[in-house]
């Protein structure tokens, strides 16, 4: 910014304000370009984003409508018994090896197996109804895919973000800070031109007074 008071009618505060002027076009410029970059990023993520997003609905229309099937063979209570007990699932982030700040989509670890059989849900032959099985794979299946989608999700929103600060970082410095780095820079040129006419005005009135 130009600072709180006017700026002094000199030669050297014309200086300063033109190259102040000269540096915030100058970051405007990049910022620009860093907008751009940005908007790239992630319309080329959009698409791919868009599909996996289509495969987790359809797959928790396919697991939802395998909870209702299960739901009216085995009824509540029995699906609330063989759901027991709950797994603990943790998911670690990987290290991408980047340096810090670098706008990268996090990545996971790799998860263990989520789908199970009957065995490792440590089920007995016949204890559990084939409904209630096939409900229990379609979720599993759907974290699969949704543990698989959050990464590039969670970057999109990160370039969001970025976009949205970088579009008001722009704003700010082409529409205020610039336009009133300009204001400026016309009124201290403008008052400099008039003392100079008024000063050349001067002159020639007292040399005119000098000849006769």
Known sequence: MIGTGPPKVTRSSLVRLSRRLDQVDKGAALLEKKRDALVIQLFARVRPTIDARRRVDAQAAIAYRALVDALAAAG????????????????????????????????????????????????VPGQSDPAAEKAAQAFERL?????????????????????????????????RVAVDLARALVRVRRTLDEREREESVRLRRIAARTRR
């Open 76 to 123: 509540r209570s029995d699906l609330a018994a063989l759901a027991w007990p709950s797994r603990d699932l943790r998911v670690d982030l990987a290290d991408p090896g980047l340096p810090a700040g670098t706008a990268v989509a996090d990545r996971f670890a790799a998860p263990p197996p989520l789908v199970r059989g009957a065995a490792a849900r440590a089920l």
């Open 143 to 175: 974290l699969e895919l949704v543990l698989a989608t959050a990464p590039e999700e969670s970057a999109i929103r990160r370039l969001g973000r970025a976009l949205a600060h970088t579009v008001r970082q722009v704003n700010v410095l082409e529409q």
